[in-house]
């Protein structure tokens, strides 16, 4: 869900994702001997394994893991260091945020010492992800081809839900169902993070950290009475959405979504593409992102210098 941030990483077929994930798994427990009964417990997330092809693999590793760092072999003093110095320049992390930021950077760091045939890349720590490069293996033969996979971490409940993905005929891919959620979220006033839950984003005060408690969330927000059924499906969600909203309110969500997007590379959804038309110069949107073989291609307009971020789940 991060984006491709490796330029040596290709997407990955069905058949090669078993033994791909054993050889990252054998690869971690070589570094981490002390931790390797956690990675028994690793969760695929998204997509995984439901495409013949995946773009890159997206895992799932309890923070709870993480609780004593000594069966990662890890110096608590840097540690504390790590944590003194991204203390200094939060503005809004709680503490409990920037110790699990310090953790993975310190996970990275021996990572970078001991690691083979592996390559990260830190810019998701912030939020509880690594993102590695890591070869693709076909059964036990190595190819020469390398793929992205994305080591999240946080409460498994909450990331399976932040990261489900259901298989969808058309352009519509995973990530377009959560950014419509996220959007709900934010036409609101709440922030939506993939790895820690929901935020108010005036007090800064976590409200989620469950799926129950942000369906909860939602359904007093709004009024209405979703459930986890149809938050997992795109098409569902607009169903629902327009049966139960207000044209006014529905295009403010609309408009939220289609700017996240706008900086997200991915394509615009078949269902809401004559909205993007007509609403373009109003929302601003220049199209940079959009896939060559897009419809809206046509209307692309100039570089505006965004980068990928939809993977932070927030806006």
């Known amino acids: 869900m991060g984006g491709n941030v490796f330029d040596l990483t290709k997407p990955i077929k069905k058949e090669n994702i078993e033994p791909t994930i054993s050889k990252f798994m054998e690869e971690l427990s070589r570094i981490f001997p002390g931790a390797k009964?956690?990675?028994?417990?690793?969760?695929?997330l998204g997509s995984v394994g439901k495409k013949d092809i995946s773009g890159?693999?997206?895992?799932?590793?309890?923070?709870?893991?993480?609780?004593d760092i000594k069966e990662w072999d890890l110096d608590e003093k840097h540690i504390k260091e790590l944590f003194d110095g991204f203390k200094k320049r939060s503005k809004s992390a709680t503490d409990q945020q920037i110790m699990k930021r310090a953790i993975l950077v310190a996970l990275s760091e021996k990572i970078e010492e001991k690691g083979k045939d592996i390559h990260f890349d830190t810019k998701g720590t912030g939020v509880g992800s690594l993102f590695f490069a890591f070869p693709q293996y076909e059964g036990n033969k190595k190819t020469n081809e390398w793929?992205?996979?994305?080591?999240n971490t946080g409460n498994i409940d909450w990331l399976d839900f932040a990261y489900y993905s259901d298989v969808y005929k058309g352009n519509v891919k995973g990530l377009h169902r959560t950014q419509l959620m996220l959007s709900l979220f934010s036409n609101k006033g709440y922030t939506f993070s993939h790895n820690y839950g929901v935020k108010n984003k005036e007090t800064q005060e976590i409200t989620a950290k469950n799926p129950k408690e942000a369906i909860d969330l939602l359904n007093k927000l709004y009024g209405f009475n979703i459930d986890k059924t149809i938050l997992t499906n795109y098409f569902k969600m607009q169903e629902f959405l327009k049966n139960n909203l207000s044209e006014e309110e529905l295009n403010k969500i609309?408009?939220?979504?289609l700017k996240i997007l706008d900086r997200t590379r991915a394509d615009i959804p078949e269902d809401l593409q004559e909205y993007w038309?007509?609403?373009?110069?109003?929302?601003?949107?220049?199209?940079?992102?959009?896939?060559?073989?897009?419809?809206?291609?046509?209307?692309?307009?100039?570089?505006?210098?965004?980068?990928?971020?939809?993977y932070e789940g927030e806006t």
């Open 37 to 44: 009964k956690h990675f028994k417990d690793i969760r695929r």
């Open 56 to 67: 890159d693999i997206d895992l799932a590793i309890s923070e709870d893991s993480f609780k």
């Open 147 to 151: 793929v992205q996979i994305d080591l």
């Open 254 to 257: 609309y408009d939220i979504y």
């Open 277 to 310: 038309i007509k609403n373009q110069k109003r929302l601003g949107l220049k199209g940079k992102f959009l896939p060559t073989n897009s419809n809206l291609i046509k209307y692309k307009t100039e570089s505006v210098g965004f980068i990928d971020i939809y």
